[in-house]
């Protein structure tokens, strides 16, 4: 295991592959040691450190919710980098901050990027809004398959099978 230290340094580094290295090793961590350490990465000038430092508040998290809604709502809204937008609606997701829900639907019709429309319909079948089912029979009218296919399984996270037998026959 590596020491606090050890991470601490390579979390600072001026070189970005220290910093995912550091942030990899975070893992090994409970989510009161790691949350501290990796908020700073949520701003990182480096995309890909972003994206690392996001994809693992679902899991750093955990016991700070209250503290983590802000950061991730700040990555899915202002975020310049589509992939870190997907990643912070697959994290409010993950830790089920349905708090997020308008925000993730804002950013929803807001883009025609389809990686992060599909990310955001993704990641609404695991939050398990129920205010989603409005958003989800948009998303089953998308051009992109994918979007319709996340959108069919959303339907069915959410556990409504009188839309899910609806959607399949569309």
Known sequence: MS??????????????GDRISGLNRLREFEPYVAFPMI????????????????????????G???????LLRNALMNDPEIDVKAAA??????????EAYADMKEVYDSTTEW???FSIIAAIGELGEPQAFDL???????EVELVRLSAISALGDLGDRALLSYSLLL
């Open 115 to 117: 990686l992060l429309q």
């Open 3 to 16: 020491s606090i230290e050890s991470v601490q340094q390579l979390l600072s580094s001026e070189d970005f």
């Open 39 to 62: 908020q700073p990465l949520l701003q990182d000038q480096e995309a890909r450190v972003r994206y690392a430092a996001v994809s693992q508040m679902d899991a750093a998290g955990v």
């Open 89 to 98: 609606a697959d994290a409010l997701a993950g830790l089920k901050l349905k």
């Open 136 to 142: 989800l029979a948009e998303a089953l009218q998308s």
């Open 64 to 70: 700070f919710e209250a503290e983590t809604l802000p």
